[in-house]
């Protein structure tokens, strides 16, 4: 059951990854989705959505997530195409399937328009995904 764990981060504000193995629960609600694309000479696929759960969001990468690789890749937002300064929500744990990355509650998803797997090592996005409601 995730809901415990998630129920956990909420109240320490970490922001940590882990495999839901099903959905969250029939209170949360995907608020964005996005495709994500490989950048930097990166190959990268796969769906993310934002989900809100119990007033705490989460940034949810899909079953169907691959990253080829990266020294040190981050799950991180941005606009544009390009990484925001501040946002890490934590190291990428898995190159492929579903992640659940905490979003800390003083961060509003609303302000950014991406989800990047950032290189903290190289400096550049590896995967951008551009998120639509």
């Not at 003083?106 to 551009?130: F, G, H, K, R």
Request: proline share 5%.
């Amino acid at each position: 059951m995730i809901a415990a764990p998630l129920a956990l981060l909420a109240a320490t504000g970490i922001a940590a990854a882990q495999d839901t193995g099903d959905s969250m629960d029939a209170m949360s609600m995907a608020t964005a989705s996005g495709m994500f694309e490989g950048r930097s000479n990166h190959v990268s696929s796969g769906g993310v959505n934002i989900v809100v759960d119990n007033d705490r969001a989460f940034v949810v990468l899909g079953e169907d997530f691959m990253l080829d690789g990266g020294p040190d890749p981050r799950v991180a937002f941005g606009n544009d195409g390009t990484y925001a300064d501040g946002t890490i929500l934590g190291a990428l744990v898995s190159l492929s399937g579903k992640q659940v990355y905490a979003v800390p509650p003083t961060m509003n998803v609303e302000d950014y328009s991406d989800v990047v797997i950032w290189c903290e090592v190289a400096q550049v996005p590896l995967a951008v995904a551009m998120l639509s409601q």
